[in-house]
């Protein structure tokens, strides 16, 4: 048998099921991972090791007592983003450093009940605002292929604690690209569901009509193991869409011959990689083989998805952390004079530098006199992005392109220049804006760091997402491959 | 677009940060080069256009029942607080 962390989530669960190992051994074999490997990479800003015995000595009574629920006694981490009942959750801000949740998030109770171990909360940019890990109050993750190098974000810590092995799969979300950039960034398999498929109770939020919970795992099988228990209806989050959620295992062996892919013509045009390019291609190649056919697709309007994401973003971000004010929960500056120096100085030293840059841009898009040119246009122009992606779905079945264009990025290379940071979803952006389900699949190596292929589907697509990344790593060993320093 | 050190004083005073001299020049500089990023969006022809709000189209506010859902659980809440006195939330006095 391979090492207990070679192993996928499913493969996991099947061992368990089996009794080859119990979840304790599996729990404690991840937990001594984290000890030993965490320091390096940071992927983690609380560790939960008794929560995380405890659940496993439950989940293994539950085993022994023949249940066999699809993910009982399997270890996973949290974003630090989800609210853990009496569990520090920060969302790596000061802000929150010393607030522990009063309640679970929805994603949180579901995986709990579904017997998924939590090992912890992992490290994230504060607030979700960022794509290089750089922003968390609690220090930057590193990118376990290469560790001078940043593993992307918002979910860095998610993506990097997965990649080195310290957990076989973790919860993230995604409002720009934040599940999908450090999944390329890190060799992983990332999926972004459809706007709504998965309850934001109890998510921290940053803008409301972007954000959406999803997994970073090594396979798209196991992707659809977590997402199947994720997924559905909840009355407690007012987006929540009530359509039933498929049988993802189900259909994932479907073949693919016959289906059209459409090749994202604006996303090969400038600013990509040509090694990245390349092994895009490459992967392309492999679905021609698997019978797809593909067709260029041109999405006008998309090269402003960016400009658009970071009007409606920060106005959202803006109005959301209004929320921190000193007086309910969170940091409160010492010896306020009056009630608005409690306000101002509370959010002026709670928050990161980011965090207000973007509290700011919303602030200012929103004010009066603004409104209109800046907010109402971008709105504008998201229905156009939107129309395009429909009208191109009218055409294929899914679209792809790359994730990023770029591989991960020196830390410290991007910290100082907010526009070339927010130029990094430049290819994620516009699944957020227009609600759609899109995925990262790893897709080769350039310079020794991993590459990513992106997918992206209509609404509520996400079985045939799931279903075309797997036949595709049915025919490749890219999402088997580790860092050598933590194999 | 170009902003002076006088507007982000201004959003930041709206924004309730409190932000200081030495931080000052950097958001001026990059809250200017963000606005004029945004610019772009003129380039798109809108006319006609109606602005979304949601993603996903048909969406309807969902309503419930007019009744109570959730347990009292303000103990619990208030732990978090940096300041609370027989269940009241704490802060400076705000009527002379």
Redo the contacts between chains.
Sequence with gaps: MSELHHLTLAELAAGLRARRFSSVELTKHFLDRIARFNPDINAFITVTAEQALAAAEAADKRLAAGESTPLLGVPIAHKDIFCTDGVLTTCASRMLA???A?YDATVVERLASAGAVSLGKANMDEFAMGSSNETSYFGPVKNPWDTKKVPGGSSGGSAAAVAARLAPAATATDTGGSIRQPAALTGLTGIKP???RVSRYGMIAFAS??DQAGTLTYTAQDAALLLGVMAGFD?RD??S?DVPVPDYLATLEQPLAGLKIGLLKEFFEKGLEEQSAKLVREALAVYEKLGAKLVEVSLP?LP?S???Y??VAPAEC?SNL?RF????????CEN??????????S???G?G?EV??R???G???L?AGYYDA?Y?????????I?DDFARAFKEVDVLMGPTSPTTAFDIGAKVDD??TM?LNDIYTIGA????LPAMSIPCGFAGGLPVGLQIIGP?FSEAKLLNVAHGYQRETDWHRQMPSAYA | MSLTRRDVENIAQLARLSISESELPAYVDSLSKILSFVEQLNAADTAHVEPMAHPLADQVQRLRDDVVTEEDRHEKYQRNAPAVEAGLYLVPKVIE
């Design positions: 010393n607030f522990v009063p459809t706007y709504g009509s972007l009355p007012s987006t869409v309007n402003l960016v400009p658009t970071y009007v803006s209004s004010d000193g007086v309910r929960f969170g940091y409160r306020p004079t009056d009630l608005l120096d409690l306000y101002t100085r959010r002026g030293e928050f530098a207000k840059r509290i700011m841009t602030t200012y898009v004010s800046y109402l246009k971008a709105q504008k122009v998201r229905r156009l939107a907010p526009i927010y957020n804006l227009a609600g609404h």
